[in-house]
């Protein structure tokens, strides 16, 4: 069974930068793309961008250009990313997905990772 | 940006009953169009794809259909553990967007 475990709750303040990890197992790591989505409280989910494991290929929304990097680990079948330059409004649960195929569809989801930004 | 806008943005309906959501496209999307039920404190949950393709393992009772700019998604007898909020997410191209959400609630 596909499935996506993400690391634990983080804390960081104003400025700092934060590094997410999702690991992938049941399936083919390198052939399916891993995304990064996040939600904020009470809001709507967001894609942050995604990495095709197999030829390291990334691709960002361009609201998060300048400070999220995606990467992998085709070893360890784990993907990463990195949020620099912190603000409040980064706080929000974050979340890793998969897709495949035409239709590209998110699934399955990490479990997610809160996400605390503070000063 | 593709802009997803759904109707209503809640609503409030009693077990059994038939429920239907909207989603617009800002443009033609083609039938590259997702529907997603959320429940607090859960990751969401692929209910159907490519706008009218039932998930593996999800009930009969939810179905979608829509193309272009128009979709909607069906539930034909709400049950209890249907309560939750649906969004919609287009995957016509990058950036990937999600409308707002439709909350659906017990009256």
């Known amino acids: 069974q596909m499935q996506l475990v993400q690391s634990g709750a983080e804390v960081k303040t104003t400025g700092s930068s934060v590094k997410l990890s999702c690991k992938g197992a049941g399936y083919s790591f390198a052939y399916r793309s891993l995304h990064w989505l996040r939600q904020a409280p009470g809001q709507a989910l967001e894609w942050m961008g995604s990495?095709?494991?197999?030829?390291?290929?990334?691709d960002y929304a361009q609201k998060f250009q300048d400070r999220v990097t995606i990467t992998r680990d085709r070893a360890m079948s784990t993907a990463y990313m990195e949020l620099s330059s912190l603000r409040f409004e980064d706080t929000a649960m974050y979340y890793c997905?998969?897709?495949?195929?035409?239709?590209?569809?998110?699934?399955?989801w990490g479990q997610g990772t809160p996400v605390t930004v503070s000063s | 940006d593709i802009q997803l806008t759904p109707s209503p943005s809640s609503l409030s309906a009693s077990i059994g009953d038939r429920v239907s959501i909207t989603c617009r496209a800002s443009q033609s999307i083609n039938i590259y169009l997702n529907w997603y039920q959320q429940k607090p404190g859960k990751a969401p949950k692929l209910l159907i794809y490519?706008?009218?393709s039932l998930q593996s393992g999800v009930p009969s009772r939810f179905s979608g259909g829509g193309s272009g700019t128009d979709f909607s998604l069906t539930i034909s007898s709400l049950q209890p553990e249907d309560f939750a909020t649906y969004y919609c997410q287009q995957s016509y191209s990058t950036p990937f967007t999600f409308g707002p959400g439709t909350k659906v609630d017990l009256k």
């Open positions: 490519a706008a009218s």
């Open positions: 990495i095709t494991p197999f030829n390291n290929n990334t």
């Open positions: 997905s998969t897709t495949t195929g035409g239709a590209q569809s998110f699934d399955p």
